[in-house]
C-alpha cells in the first residue's frame, strides 16, 4: 500500500505531499491546476516513460517519491535489490532531469525495467493511455487471462517454457541445415588434413632429435679428430710414448706423495682427492675411446634423415611450426570432426525434440483455450452486470476467441467486441466505445477482477469522463466498493465520485505574476463541504450548496 507520495517540481507541482491513507482517496481541483501530476507521478514510479518536458518551468530537474508498505516476502525481494526498508516501509524514488533519470528503491539505485517490474506489482495504473492500451487485443488477452486465475497462470508458464525449449531448438536446427554445406567443406579439409598427417606419422620431437643427428652425422670427421686429440691428453699416444699425459701425471703425484702419507696424517684426505681424479680420469679416456669408436660416417643415415626432415618440413609448414605442434592440430582437428560428425545425429536428435514439443504445445493450448473460453462467458457476465448499474443496461460484452498459429500466449487471438445499443453490431472495443465508456467499461472490469485482488494500489485518472448525476454516484459507489478490498486513488472532477472518499486533497494553483505553481492539500469537515459544493456548481458561501453538498455526503454514508 502507499502510504505516502512527494511530488517536487513536476509539471506545475512546486512541492506537494499526498497521504493516501488505505481505502479511497480523491484528488479534486479546477481545470489546468495540475491534479493529474499525481497519476504523472505515480506512473512514472510504475515506470512510465520520462518527458524531460514534465520538469517544471525554472528547475533543473524533478523528483517523485513513494513510501510503500511492504510484505515479508517483498522484503527478502528489495534485501537481494540492495534496498532498505525501515518499519515494514521502503522509499521508492524518480529522479528526472533535462537527459536523463534515474530510480532509486531503499536507496539503492535500479535499471528501470526492474524497478517498474517491482513497483508494477504494487499499482495500477488507469490514465488516458490506458484506455488506449484497454482497445488493443494484446491488453484484453491479458484481462482475460487474469480473470481466469491460478489455473490457467500454471499452465501458461509451463506453456511458455515449452514454448521457449521449442524455438531454441528451431534456432539451432536452423542452423545447423544452413550451414550444411560449411560443415561439408570444414569436413573434408580437417580429414584432408588428418590423413596427410597419419601417413607421415610423426612422433613427438622427432624434428629436433633428427635435425641434431643430421649435424652429428654432417660433422663426423671434425668429431673424431677432437675425440682423438682429447684422448691423447688424457691417456697418451702409443707412437709418442715419452709425451706426456694427463693418466701418466696423475700416477706419478700419487707415486711421491704415498710415503709422505705415512709421515704426516692430514696428507691422507688430499692423497684420496688425487686416486679419485685419476679415476675420474680414467673414466673419460674410456668414454671418450668409446665415442670415437661409434663416430662412423653413414652417408645413407643421412640422406633418409633428409627425407624424413623434408615430409616432416610438408606438415609444418600447414599445421605448426613444430611437428609438436602438429601432433596437437591433429588432436583438436579429430574432436572437431567427432562434433561435425555428430552434427547430422543432433539434426535427427533436434527434430524428435520439436516434434514431441509441438505435441505438448498443442496439447496445453487446447487446454489454455478452453479455460479462456470458460472464464470470457463469465467475465462478460459480469462485467455486463457492472455495465447496467452504470447506466448502460443495453450494452453488450464479449470476449471472441479466434484460433491463431501457436504463439508465446497459446492459440488464441482475444479481441473484446462491445456494443453500447441493441441496434448496433458489436465491433471491437478499441473502435467503437466512446471515451466515456471506455471509462466505464475500464472501471467494470476492474471492479470484477478485484474480486480476488487484496493490498493493490488502483489509481484512476478521470475515470468519470463524460458522465454525471446518477452515473457519477454509481461510479462512486463502485470505487468505494473496489476501496474495500484495494488501495483507490481516484482524479475525479465529479462531487458525486469524491463524495465517497475517504479521504479528499484538493490541488490549488497559485500566480505570482510570473510562474504558476500547484499545491495539495488535505479537506476535511466544513473545508470538505465547501469544496464539493464548488464542484456542484455553486457558491460556497451559499447555504443551499453546502445543503446540498451535506445531503451528498449523508447519501453516500447511509
Request: proline share 3%; glycine share 10%; hydrophobic share 45%.
Amino acid at each position: 500500500m502507499l502510504a505516502e507520495l512527494r511530488i517536487a517540481d513536476l509539471g506545475v507541482i512546486g512541492d506537494a505531499t499526498v497521504e493516501p491513507g488505505p481505502g479511497f482517496t480523491a484528488v479534486t481541483g479546477e481545470t489546468g491546476a495540475g491534479k493529474t501530476m499525481i497519476v504523472t507521478g505515480l506512473a512514472l514510479l510504475a515506470g512510465a516513460k520520462a518527458d524531460p518536458r514534465l520538469v517544471r518551468s525554472g528547475a533543473s530537474r524533478a523528483l517523485v517519491e513513494g513510501r510503500w508498505q511492504v510484505a515479508g516476502d517483498q522484503a527478502e525481494l528489495l534485501a537481494e535489490l540492495g534496498a532498505e526498508t525501515e518499519d515494514g516501509e521502503v522509499l521508492v524514488s524518480r529522479h528526472l532531469g533535462a537527459n536523463r533519470s534515474r530510480m532509486t528503491v531503499g536507496g539503492a539505485q535500479v535499471p528501470l525495467a526492474t524497478g517498474a517490474a517491482l513497483v508494477g506489482e504494487w499499482v495500477t495504473v488507469h490514465g488516458q493511455s490506458e484506455q488506449l492500451r484497454l482497445g488493443t487485443t494484446e491488453r484484453q488477452l491479458e484481462v482475460l487471462d487474469r480473470y481466469a486465475g491460478a489455473a490457467l497462470a500454471t499452465d501458461l508458464e509451463t506453456y511458455r517454457a515449452d514454448y521457449a525449449a521449442r524455438r531454441a531448438a528451431a534456432a539451432e536446427l536452423a542452423e545447423l541445415t544452413t550451414q550444411s554445406q560449411a560443415r561439408a567443406r570444414e569436413l573434408d579439409l580437417l580429414r584432408f588434413g588428418l590423413d596427410e598427417i597419419a601417413t607421415v606419422d610423426p612422433q613427438p620431437g622427432e624434428d629436433r632429435a633428427l635435425a641434431a643427428e643430421a649435424v652429428r652425422l654432417q660433422a663426423v670427421d671434425d668429431l673424431r679428430r677432437a675425440a682423438h686429440a682429447a684422448l691423447i691428453a688424457l691417456a697418451g699416444d702409443e707412437d709418442a710414448y715419452d709425451t706426456p699425459d694427463a693418466l701418466s701425471l696423475a700416477g706419478a703425484a700419487r707415486k711421491a706423495l704415498a710415503p709422505a702419507v705415512e709421515k704426516d696424517a692430514e696428507l691422507a684426505p688430499i692423497a684420496e682427492e688425487l686416486a679419485g681424479a685419476a679415476a675420474g680420469l680414467a673414466d673419460v679416456a674410456s668414454s671418450l675411446a668409446s665415442y670415437a669408436a661409434s663416430l662412423d660416417a653413414d652417408p645413407l643415415r643421412l640422406e633418409w634423415i633428409a627425407g624424413r626432415r623434408a615430409e616432416l618440413a610438408h606438415l609444418t609448414r600447414k599445421y605448426g611450426d613444430t611437428v609438436d605442434e602438429v601432433l596437437a592440430w591433429a588432436a583438436d582437428a579429430v574432436g572437431r570432426v567427432t562434433q561435425l560428425d555428430a552434427g547430422d545425429d543432433r539434426v535427427a536428435e533436434l527434430r524428435v525434440t520439436i516434434d514431441g514439443l509441438d505435441e505438448r504445445l498443442r496439447s496445453a493450448a487446447d487446454r489454455i483455450t478452453a479455460q479462456r473460453q470458460a472464464a470470457a462467458g463469465e467475465l462478460a457476465r459480469l462485467v455486463a452486470a457492472e455495465l447496467t448499474a452504470l447506466a448502460m443496461p443495453k450494452a453488450r460484452l464479449a470476449f471472441e476467441l479466434t484460433p491463431s498459429e501457436l504463439g508465446p500466449n497459446g492459440a488464441d487471438q482475444v479481441n473484446l467486441l462491445f456494443s453500447a445499443n441493441p441496434g448496433s453490431a458489436p465491433g471491437p472495443l478499441g473502435k467503437v466505445a466512446s471515451g466515456g465508456e471506455l471509462s466505464r467499461v475500464r472501471l467494470a472490469l476492474e471492479v470484477v477482477l478485484a474480486t480476488e485482488a487484496s493490498g493493490e494500489t488502483f489509481v484512476f485518472d478521470e475515470v468519470d469522463a463524460g458522465v454525471g448525476g446518477a452515473v457519477a454516484l454509481e461510479i462512486g459507489r463502485r470505487l468505494a466498493r473496489l476501496a474495500e478490498r484495494c488501495q483507490v486513488i481516484v482524479v475525479t472532477h465529479l462531487a458525486q465520485v469524491a463524495a465517497f472518499a475517504d479521504r479528499h486533497y484538493v490541488v490549488a494553483k497559485s500566480d505570482d505574476g510570473s510562474v504558476t505553481t500547484s499545491g495539495v492539500r488535505l479537506v476535511t469537515d466544513d473545508e470538505r463541504l465547501e469544496t464539493l459544493a464548488r464542484m456542484m456548481g455553486g457558491l460556497e458561501s451559499s447555504d443551499s450548496s453546502l445543503a446540498h453538498a451535506r445531503e451528498l455526503l449523508a447519501s453516500v454514508r447511509g
